[in-house]
């Protein structure tokens, strides 16, 4: 090798590693910008809340995130019914808010109201201005643990909660009716999610005698242990009519009892 070819060698080597450098030097700029992004605005990182009507498992029980109010002096109401509720009725309720679902998040002060055994509002006070979420952990003793954690927080979206204007404390008569209106709301939903259900199984019913239909008629035209196939699928087929046929049966019940539910509680409305 000459001296010439070695220079340029040199010369292309230098080249090559002031290109890894920059390249290194941008990656590294990268993570930094990410990593000040993650600590000065933690809240536009993959993070998403809990919409209205939505359930969600917090120790023993499942509530609904029921409702949420905002208020122009910083307030929010937020309604929690209780679908499956273990609650303990000898021990007391607890709530805890944050703004964020870690230990450094800021508690709100907040306050919790029994509606009735299986609804509770949470009046949160003092909201930072554009928290699109709370963190929110609800429960008596037993179902949350020793103590209101914020690991086990659940997150909510209140940036769309409706505007109540200025806050002024609830009546009990107030709060019963904004129940009752729940609980109407609730029924109806479950009535509609029902009536969903019978339509499908209906829809099932028919296609599947269909198929009976085709079995019996393709039975008359086969002998031995095709036959002897054909008649342990009609058998199956038929199965799968009355399964159906009992479920169609019994969420007709459970809209009627549903229906009925809901009356009684429109009933008590104002």
């Known amino acids: ?49 809990l919409t209205t009507s939505k359930s969600f498992v917090m120790g023993e029980n499942t509530f609904i995130y029921a409702n949420a109010k905002r208020y122009s002096n910083q307030t929010y109401r937020l309604g929690f019914y209780v679908s499956d509720n273990q609650l303990d009725p000898l021990a007391a309720v607890r709530a805890k808010v944050r703004t964020k679902s870690h230990e450094n998040g800021e508690i709100l002060s907040s306050s919790l109201t029994q509606v009735s055994p299986d609804y509770y509002v949470v009046t949160v006070k003092q909201v930072p201005k554009k928290q699109a979420l709370l963190y929110v952990v609800i429960g008596d003793k037993k179902t ?9 927080s659940q997150a909510l979206l209140v940036q769309k909660a409706k505007n109540a204007g200025t806050y002024k404390r609830p009546t009990t008569h107030q709060l019963q009716q904004e129940y009752l209106a729940y609980m109407v709301k609730y029924y109806s939903q479950k009535i509609q999610k029902l009536e969903r259900k019978v339509a499908k199984n209906k829809s099932n019913i028919a296609k599947l005698k269909k198929i009976l239909s085709k079995q019996n008629q393709s039975l008359d035209l086969q002998t ?47």
């Open 1 to 49: 090798m000459d001296v010439e070819e070695k220079h340029v060698q040199i010369l292309d080597h230098n080249k090559a590693e002031k290109r890894f450098k920059k390249l290194f030097g941008w990656i590294l700029a990268a993570i930094g910008m990410t990593l000040v992004l993650f600590v000065v605005f933690p809240k536009n990182i993959n993070e998403s809340g």
């Open 224 to 270: 031995g242990s095709q036959k002897s196939d054909t008649k342990s699928k009609i058998a199956q087929t038929k199965s799968s009519i009355k399964q159906h046929q009992t479920s169609v049966k019994n969420f007709e019940k459970a809209i009627n009892n549903a229906r009925d539910a809901r009356a009684n509680y429109g009933e008590k409305l104002n």
């Open 144 to 152: 949350t643990g020793s103590g209101l954690e914020a690991a086990n």
